[in-house]
């Protein structure tokens, strides 16, 4: 199983991007899937999670300016970000719940980060 994030880059502030994070492999089902960021010098923080069914939380402080959604069939998560600050700068990184086949545990994957840099 693979968790593959895309989709950060640099942005002016006010500005917006679009992170993806696909799943691939062999695996049985999907519970949560969630992002979390790291900035420079700071631990990670849970920036937005969503369950199988749609459910959604978010960082208070995000909230209103990031949308986390998820395309079960194509396995795949969204992080869209809007109004971006200086302050959003970070690494990425988005996990998920994964059944590997029927009666197993789950286990949580992360995939790899990409960063986000806001700046003028």
């Known amino acids: 199983v693979q968790l593959q994030a895309s989709g950060g880059g640099l942005v002016q502030p006010g500005g917006s991007l679009r992170l993806s994070c696909a799943a691939s492999g062999s695996f049985f089902s999907i519970n949560d899937m969630g992002w979390y960021r790291q900035a420079p010098g700071k631990q990670r923080e849970l920036v937005a999670r969503?369950?199988?069914?749609?459910?959604?939380n978010y960082a208070e402080s995000l909230k209103g300016r990031f949308t986390i959604s998820r395309d079960n069939a194509k396995n795949t998560l969204y992080l869209q970000m809007n109004s971006l600050k200086p302050e959003d700068t970070a690494v990425y990184s988005c996990s998920a719940d994964i059944r590997p086949g029927i009666g197993w545990s789950s286990y949580i994957y992360w995939g790899q980060g990409t960063q986000v840099t806001v700046s003028s």
């Open positions: 969503t369950t199988s069914g749609g459910s959604t």
